[in-house]
C-alpha cells in the first residue's frame, strides 16, 4: 500500500473552536468539500465548538484525537470568562503535542502570529475572503509533507 492510499484509508478529524457559528458552519463545509476532492482525504469528520472549554473536556473524554484544531483567536469575545485561543493554544500543546494548530483571527498582528508560532501553531491565518481556502491549503501541505516523509 502506498503512502497515498493509506493516508486515504484513515479517517481524518478536525475540530474547529470557533463562536460564530456561520463562520464556523461555512469552514466545515469547505473543508469537507475540498479535501476530498482533491483526493487528500477519503473521508473527514468536521466537528465544530464554540468555545475551548467544550473542545477541552472533549479531549479528555474521547480518546479519538483530531489531527487539526483549527481555533479563534477572539473565543473570549463571545463567551465571557472562556479562555482565548492563545490560552488553549498553549494548553493543548503541552498536554497533546501531536496535535496540529491552526489559529484564525481578524487581528492582522505579525508579533501575535510570532508569539503563536513560538507555541507551536502550524499557521496563523487573518480571516478574510480567502481564509477557507488557506486553511485547506495548510491542511493539505501537511498531509502531503506527511505522506512523503511516511508517516
Not at 73 to 86: C, I, M, P, R, V
Not at 95 to 100: N, R, S, T
Not at 118 to 134: A, F, L, M, P, Q
Request: one cysteine or more.
Amino acid at each position: 500500500m502506498t503512502n497515498l492510499s493509506q493516508s486515504l484509508a484513515k479517517k481524518y478529524l478536525i475540530w474547529i473552536i470557533e463562536d460564530n457559528a456561520m463562520y464556523a458552519k461555512m469552514l466545515s463545509e469547505h473543508l469537507q468539500t475540498s479535501l476530498i476532492a482533491d483526493a487528500l482525504m477519503e473521508t473527514v469528520d468536521v466537528i465544530t465548538f464554540p468555545y475551548a472549554e467544550i473542545c477541552e473536556n472533549r479531549l479528555n473524554l474521547d480518546p479519538a484525537r483530531p489531527d487539526f484544531i483549527i481555533v479563534d483567536y477572539f473565543l473570549d469575545s463571545k463567551y465571557k470568562n472562556t479562555k482565548d485561543g492563545a490560552a488553549f493554544v498553549r494548553k493543548i500543546k503541552k498536554d497533546y503535542p501531536e496535535i496540529k494548530l491552526i489559529m484564525l483571527s481578524s487581528q492582522n498582528d505579525v508579533q501575535l502570529a510570532v508569539d503563536l508560532s513560538d507555541e507551536g501553531i502550524c499557521d496563523y491565518i487573518v480571516k478574510g475572503k480567502e481564509s477557507y481556502k488557506r486553511v485547506g491549503d495548510i491542511i493539505a501541505s501537511n498531509l502531503k509533507t506527511e505522506n512523503h516523509n511516511g508517516m
